[in-house]
């Protein structure tokens, strides 16, 4: 059974890099889409980007300037870099898979809140 | 990009009741819309893609309808764990978007 699992600090100070790791257990990377969103409560659910197998990339235009998504297949992990965080980055973000297909999220990670404070 | 609205923000039911939770796109997403129940503490689930097909493991119970703009999450008979959060999200264009959501709460 596909399982993916965050980790990373649960405080950044503003300005600075917030970088999230997903580490995929039970199945490949390779194919379909490994995502990152994240959920607040001023703003809901909001797509960051994905890290295609083959390292390709798509990010929220809103994100753009200050993601990174990236992959390692050989340690079964993707991650997400985050610039110059403000407090509006707060948030609980999750790690998730779609279908290369019909990009529904059909596998997420439990999430890991991320506090940005100085 | 594409703005999903749901409606209503919240739905009280009594248990056993049926719920009727709505989703509208501000353009057609033709069939790329899916919906997904979240418990608090917990990750957003799957429950429907394609519009009307159940994901794995989700009760008949939950259906789904509509095409184009408007769509329609139908609980047939709620049980104590259906009382969530619920989300629509297209998947028609880039960037993926959600609704703000519905709490389905106990009357």
């Known amino acids: 059974q596909l399982q993916l699992q965050e980790s990373g600090p649960g405080v950044v100070k503003p300005s600075e890099t917030l970088t999230l790791t997903c580490t995929v257990s039970g199945g490949s990377i390779s194919l379909e889409y490994w995502n990152w969103i994240r959920q607040s409560p001023g703003k809901g659910l909001e797509w960051i980007g994905y890290?295609?197998?083959?390292?390709?990339?798509n990010y929220n235009p809103s994100l753009k300037s200050r993601v990174t998504i990236s992959r390692d297949r050989s340690k079964n992990q993707f991650s997400l870099r985050l610039t110059s965080v403000t407090a509006a980055d707060t948030a609980v973000y999750y790690c998730?898979?779609?279908?290369?297909?019909?990009?529904?999220?059909?596998?997420w990670g439990q999430g890991i809140v991320v506090t940005v404070s100085s | 990009e594409i703005l999903m609205t749901q409606s209503p923000a919240t739905l009280p039911v009594s248990p056993g009741e049926r719920a009727t939770l709505s989703c509208s796109a501000s353009?057609?997403?033709?069939?790329?819309l899916a919906w997904y129940q979240q418990n608090p503490g917990q990750a957003p689930r799957l429950l429907i893609y394609g519009v009307s097909t159940r994901a794995t493991g989700i009760p008949d119970r939950f259906s789904g309808t509509g095409s184009g703009t408007e769509f329609t999450l139908t609980i047939s008979s709620l049980q104590s764990e259906d009382f969530a959060l619920y989300y629509c999200q297209q998947y028609s264009q880039w960037p993926l978007t959600f609704g703000g959501g519905t709490k389905v709460e106990i009357k």
């Open positions: 353009q057609s997403v033709s069939s790329n």
């Open positions: 998730a898979r779609s279908i290369v297909s019909a990009p529904r999220l059909d596998h």
């Open positions: 890290v295609y197998y083959s390292g390709s990339t």
